[in-house]
């Protein structure tokens, strides 16, 4: 069984950065899609970036895009999100997902088609 554990989370203030790491263990983690998914106050669990399980190709939410970037090293079985120009909308718990599905062709970007999950952790940014 897989676990997730998330690191990174932290109070920043507007326009500043902070990165996250997501550290996988229990399977082989080379052949998965990655995910991060971010869930604010009274918000639904939503999209945030992905990554292919060779690190080829990223996905980005249209709300991240240009601001965050996803990234892994197989060798060290870590995922990575590093946000810049943050934002107080991007205030939220932040998940790190695994694609159940091994070397799938293209990551989804629907919340139930990921498992297992980290247990998240808070970024908060102020204005």
């Known amino acids: 069984q897989v676990q997730l554990v998330e690191s990174g989370g932290g109070l920043v203030q507007a326009g500043g950065s902070l990165s996250l790491s997501c550290a996988a263990s229990g399977r082989t983690f080379r052949s998965y899609n990655m995910g991060w998914f971010r869930q604010a106050p009274g918000k639904e669990r939503e999209f945030v970036a992905a990554?292919?399980?060779?690190?080829?190709?990223?996905y980005y939410a249209d709300s991240v895009k240009g601001r965050f970037t996803i990234s892994r090293d197989n060798a060290k079985n870590m995922v990575y999100l590093q946000m810049n120009s943050l934002k107080p909308e991007d205030t939220a718990v932040y998940y790190c997902a695994a694609d159940p599905k091994p070397l799938n062709l293209r990551p989804s970007t629907r919340e139930g088609d990921w498992a297992p999950w980290g247990q998240g952790t808070q970024v908060t940014v102020s204005s």
């Open positions: 990554i292919t399980w060779s690190g080829a190709i990223t």
